[in-house]
């Protein structure tokens, strides 16, 4: 049995990651504190997608994945911007959710309270970004990523001398973690949201449906009074003395 077999698995994206035995995984994405509160703080907190723990090394991972190669290429700074920032939030939320986080029970890794309660005791920051570009463009994919990656490493060198940033496939082993194809699985969030989008299609489908049957009621009803109006009046009236009622007002009245 290797190092990885033991370890968490997590999907991210079209991805696979499994993380060292060893290490705590943390997504904040399945933390309702993080959701219902931190998230939308000062015009919205962002996360890294994995924040990894070791005890024994007392090393804290925060690792972002970005995959571009099925949409556009983001402008260099803007993504660079928002890249830092994401570190800046996920530092000041371990921070923060160590005081406040509840108890609870994610999807996926452990609490952010455990994790934010665990870090605190980390002597060492690493910081990755994993980035995959598409080919669209006027800079190969090699060439943007590393003029990404010198900008970065000028804003995050003073958190991580060693931050890492490259391609998603190439950076399996660069970090305690090795990286395979997820096929057709998903991440717990988005089957939460796949499962969360089936239930709202069939409550649509199902009042859709009652809806239908309401109104084939009231088409029957009006179908029904019409054909009572076509019959002429004396004919009702003789319908009704046979069916032994009056046939007269008074008598339909005490009815």
């Not at 108890?103 to 609490?111: F, R, V, W």
């Not at 009042?207 to 029904?224: D, F, S």
Request: glycine share 6%; proline share 4%; charged share 30%.
């Amino acid at each position: 049995m290797n190092e990885w077999s033991t370890g968490t698995s997590c999907i991210e994206g079209l991805h696979r990651f499994r993380f060292e035995a060893g290490y705590h995984v943390c997504r904040f994405e399945c933390s309702p504190f993080y959701a219902h509160h931190a998230q939308n703080f000062c015009n919205g907190c962002k996360e890294m997608d994995f924040v990894l723990y070791h005890p024994g090394k007392k090393e804290l991972w925060l690792i972002e994945v970005k995959d571009y190669r099925f949409n556009a290429r983001p402008k260099v700074n803007d993504l660079v911007e928002k890249l830092c920032r994401k570190v800046r939030d996920c530092l000041f939320l371990l921070r923060t959710a160590a005081l406040c986080a509840p108890e609870e029970e994610p999807e996926e890794g452990i609490s952010l309270r455990d994790m934010a309660r665990m870090s605190l005791q980390a002597k060492r920051i690493r910081v990755a970004f994993t980035i995959e570009l598409g080919h669209t463009g006027l800079f190969p994919p090699k060439t943007l990523l590393a003029t990404i990656r010198d900008l970065l490493y000028r804003q995050i060198r003073f958190i991580d001398p060693q931050m890492l940033c490259l391609p998603i496939t190439e950076s399996g082993g660069a970090g305690p973690w090795e990286i395979s194809a997820a096929g057709n699985e998903h991440s717990a969030r988005i089957r939460k949201r796949i499962e969360e989008a089936r239930l709202a299609r069939e409550s649509a489908a199902t009042r859709q449906r009652e809806l239908a049957r309401h109104r084939e009621r009231e088409a029957a009803k009006k179908q029904r009074r019409k054909r009572k109006s076509d019959i002429p009046l004396w004919k009702q009236r003789a319908q009704e003395r046979a069916e032994g009622k009056s046939g007269n007002h008074a008598g339909r009245k005490s009815i």
